[in-house]
C-alpha cells in the first residue's frame, strides 16, 4: 500500500485520504468535482437543439458517435443565463446511476484549477431543512481565501429526475441519422 498516493487508502476503510478535483468557475463562485468523472473539456460550440426542451438543456453533441446531452448548470443552479463566450466550457462527465453510467456535458463560464484534496479538510453541508437541496453537495472545502463548493455529480445531474432527459438519446439520434440522410451534417 502506497502512502502519500492519491489512491492511498486508510487502514481502515477502502475510503481514499485524498481526491483529486476539477474546479470551475460559475457566477463568480467556484465548485469542483471529482476529476474521476471527467471525461473531457472541451469549448463552447453550437449544439443541436431539442424540441420543447426546458431552459437548462441547451441540446445535443455527437461526441464520437455518442450523442451527449449538453446542460447549463448555471441555469440548474438558478443563476442568470449568460452569452456564450470563448472562455465558456463544457465539462463532459461519466455520470453513474441506477441502470448504469451516462456521458452528459455541463456548460460553465470557465475552468479553474485542479485541486488534490484530503476528506479532512472537507466540511459537511450544513442543515438547511427541507426547503434548500443540498443532496448534490459533497461538501465544503476552503483552498486560501476562497471557499469551494463539491459536488456529488451523480446525484446533481439523476436523470430519473429530469424526466425530460429520459427520452433525448432516442430522440436525438433520430434527429442525427435524419440530418446525416438528408447530407445536412
Same mark, same amino acid.
Do not use: W
Given at each position: 500500500?502506497?502512502?502519500?498516493?492519491?489512491?492511498?487508502?486508510?487502514e481502515?476503510?477502502?475510503?481514499?485520504?485524498?481526491?483529486?478535483? #476539477?474546479?470551475? %468557475?460559475?457566477?463568480?463562485?467556484?465548485?469542483? @468535482?471529482?476529476? +474521476?468523472? $471527467?471525461?473531457?473539456?472541451? /469549448?463552447w460550440?453550437?449544439?443541436?437543439?431539442?424540441?420543447?426542451?426546458?431552459?437548462?438543456?441547451?441540446?445535443?453533441?455527437?461526441?464520437?458517435?455518442?450523442?451527449?446531452?449538453?446542460?447549463?448548470?448555471?441555469?440548474?443552479?438558478? #443563476?442568470?443565463? %449568460?452569452?456564450?463566450?470563448?472562455?465558456?466550457? @463544457?465539462?463532459? +462527465?461519466? $455520470?453513474?446511476?441506477?441502470? /448504469?453510467?451516462?456521458?452528459?456535458?455541463?456548460?460553465?463560464?470557465?475552468?479553474?484549477?485542479?485541486?488534490?484534496?484530503?476528506?479532512?479538510?472537507?466540511?459537511?453541508?450544513?442543515?438547511?431543512?427541507?426547503?434548500?437541496?443540498?443532496?448534490?453537495?459533497e461538501?465544503?472545502?476552503?483552498?486560501?481565501?476562497?471557499?469551494?463548493? +463539491?459536488?456529488?455529480?451523480?446525484?446533481?445531474?439523476?436523470?430519473?429526475?429530469?424526466?425530460?432527459?429520459?427520452?433525448?438519446?432516442?430522440?436525438?439520434?433520430?434527429?442525427?441519422?435524419?440530418?446525416?440522410?438528408k447530407?445536412?451534417?
Open positions: 500500500m502506497q502512502t502519500g498516493s492519491i489512491n492511498a487508502m486508510t481502515e476503510s477502502s475510503e481514499p485520504l485524498s481526491q483529486q478535483y #476539477l474546479t470551475f %468557475i460559475m457566477n463568480g463562485e467556484e465548485y469542483g @468535482v471529482d476529476i +474521476l468523472c $471527467v471525461q473531457e473539456i472541451r /469549448g460550440e453550437p449544439v443541436t437543439p431539442l424540441p420543447n426542451a426546458p431552459s437548462h438543456i441547451k441540446g445535443v453533441i455527437n461526441l464520437r458517435g455518442t450523442i451527449v446531452p449538453i446542460v447549463d448548470l448555471r441555469q440548474c443552479f438558478g #443563476l442568470s443565463a %449568460i452569452t456564450y463566450s470563448a472562455i465558456t466550457v @463544457v465539462i463532459v +462527465l461519466k $455520470v453513474s446511476h441506477e441502470e /448504469g453510467c451516462r456521458i452528459m456535458g455541463v456548460v460553465v463560464d470557465a475552468v479553474s484549477d485542479v485541486y488534490t484534496l484530503s476528506k479532512k479538510e472537507m466540511k459537511a453541508p450544513p442543515n438547511l431543512g427541507s426547503t434548500i437541496e443540498t443532496e448534490f453537495i461538501g465544503f472545502v476552503s483552498v486560501g481565501q476562497k471557499m469551494i463548493v +463539491l459536488l456529488d455529480i451523480d446525484k446533481l445531474l439523476i436523470v430519473d429526475e429530469m424526466p425530460e432527459l429520459a427520452g433525448m438519446n432516442d430522440l436525438a439520434i433520430e434527429k442525427y441519422n435524419y440530418d446525416k440522410d447530407n445536412l451534417l
